[in-house]
């Protein structure tokens, strides 16, 4: 059992190298570029974590780990272009240094390439494996999807957001752990409390985005504090504020969608306050990290082999950057 | 065996259906309103057939040709996007119709779906045929790289026009085959040979297709006569004109690439009738058909078994709409 910084290492050591050919220079240039501007790799070592939940590490979990972070980023590059980002993790986006239609068919290239090292694992694991992979995928389309539909709205239920972040951001952690647990031989049953507790986690860590985006410290956060605010984003605090307003505090909400500047941020977190949102998002982030290490203890191991998880996941919460 | 027709109907009879899910419907509308305009599907039809020169026609034949008809369409939804194009097959675009960003995904969940299909036949052909699909996934997209790149570019060598082509439109024909071949059963040499079968066909196709922008009746071409040429394409035509004019020529062509309009069709056609592009282009088509039929002449089944196929390409260059 290795700690999560020990398999993070041991995963960079072969997943930092080129994935790509030298020609045509401009595509694989902009397909090598986010791949060099780092990123925790979280995703993919979950999937080594889930490996050794049940056996020795295999290298095919290397394999379907590298698959998780080419889709991932996959992911980044084409949600930047549609959300016209300029920068991604404090350097310009894909799109912005390589033009939009090489940032597209760079996506396109790099789920390709996932899909090149799904086909390079032992056989008896790639059919439920891209099976997973497959359906989470498509999952995480939808996801964006939603979440560009619910901006043209005025308002969002609380569930419509929950099942959009789940399929934009949770299942992807999920199904990596879980596609960890298959390469270690667990049965069907812990491969779904393994992709329950990556699911809850996963809402556990956006509910803490959304609150870290009104009260994060900008230093440790890397963010600008309400930039959800002034992007207009339907957050857990937004609809919560919402659901729980008196119909002037409603309608101010509405007035200040139409704003614009600092006094929309510093108006909108003095109606949060007013709502009592800073309290609940910490309570519903505990509630589903709760949900989380429940789904953990479900996992039939010794509970000694759970504790590198456990550990990963009481970091995340921790997290103010 | 039987005939491109007949197969085409068995094709269409099980792809002419949903595909995607009803939700989120924004998302699945786009995917499917691609799928619904229509399209020859000569691609998917020559799995089939080249399943058939080897054997009984398989189920998992058209697992395959359902995934190349969904990345075909995956690949026009953001070729599409970055051509800026507005019509296609002579409706408004997937962008046109629901949006860039949609479009963008529609097309990300239709590579993913392709995979599905692929996920689905007899494991002992999945490493195989996902291998060439990857591979030639990757090449598609590398030539339409090299397609944007060229459109900068003021001169564009024969060899690299013939590379970007063969990438861009030629391999796609060319692995469906193989694909069909090696659900048939066929041997490494055999599936070789379809393969340079394909790549010669398709390039003899885009020769035919360069030509007809330019000199093919547009009741029947469905396009407008010219269309290359105001977009300043860089055609086999015009590559043979650059390479074939006097300095004079070569500057009026430099010239005629600043101008619009009816005047740079007009003066662009009359140079290219000083090269002596028309008569060369017909040879060069025969070349490259000529070459296909000698591969098509290779590979070892009886040669009534290759009748079909034979006369598809045949069908395909007598084409001029």
Redesign the interface.
């Known amino acids: 059992m290795h700690a999560f910084q020990e398999l993070s290492e041991k995963f960079d050591a072969q997943f930092n190298k080129r994935h790509f050919p030298h020609?045509?220079k401009?595509?694989y240039d902009a397909s090598q570029y986010i791949l060099q501007i780092g990123g925790k790799r979280v995703r993919p070592v979950t999937v080594l974590m889930g490996n050794e939940l049940f056996s020795d590490l295999i290298p095919d979990a290397y394999s379907v780990a590298n698959a998780i972070e080419l889709f991932h980023n996959f992911s980044l590059i084409?949600d930047d272009?549609?959300d016209k980002a300029p920068l991604r993790r404090g350097v310009p986006t894909v799109h912005m240094s390589f033009g939009?239609?090489?940032a597209?068919?760079a996506?396109?290239?790099m789920?390709?390439?996932a899909?090149?090292y799904l086909?390079s694992i032992d056989?008896i694991y790639?059919?439920p494996i891209?099976?997973l992979f497959?359906r989470t995928?498509?999952e995480v389309?939808?996801g964006?999807?939603?979440d560009?539909?619910f901006e043209k709205r005025d308002t969002v239920r609380m569930e419509e957001y929950v099942e959009m972040i789940t399929l934009k951001t949770s299942v992807l952690l999920a199904a990596s752990i879980q596609m960890g647990a298959i390469l270690g031989g667990a049965g069907g049953g812990n491969q779904q409390h393994l992709y329950a507790f990556g699911k809850n986690l996963g809402i556990a860590f956006q509910v803490q985005d959304d609150y870290l985006d009104c009260y994060g410290d900008p230093e440790k956060f890397g963010k600008q504090v309400g930039g959800d605010i002034l992007a207009n984003k339907k957050t857990f605090l937004f609809i919560h504020a919402m659901e729980s307003a008196t119909e002037a505090q409603k309608n101010e909400m509405q007035e200040l969608l139409k704003i614009s500047g600092s006094a929309k941020v510093q108006r909108t977190l003095a109606l949060y306050d007013a709502c009592g949102c800073a309290a609940w998002a910490k309570d519903l982030k505990e509630t589903y990290f709760k949900k989380a290490m429940e789904s953990l203890e479900e996992v039939a191991v010794l509970s000694s082999r759970k504790t590198e998880l456990e550990k990963l996941a009481r970091f995340l919460m921790q997290r103010d950057s």
Chains 1, 2 share one sequence.
């Open positions: 020609s045509p401009n595509l084409h272009i549609m939009e239609s090489t597209l068919l996506g396109d290239v789920l390709v390439a899909y090149e086909n056989p790639m059919r891209i099976s497959n995928a498509k389309c939808e964006q999807q939603l560009m539909d």
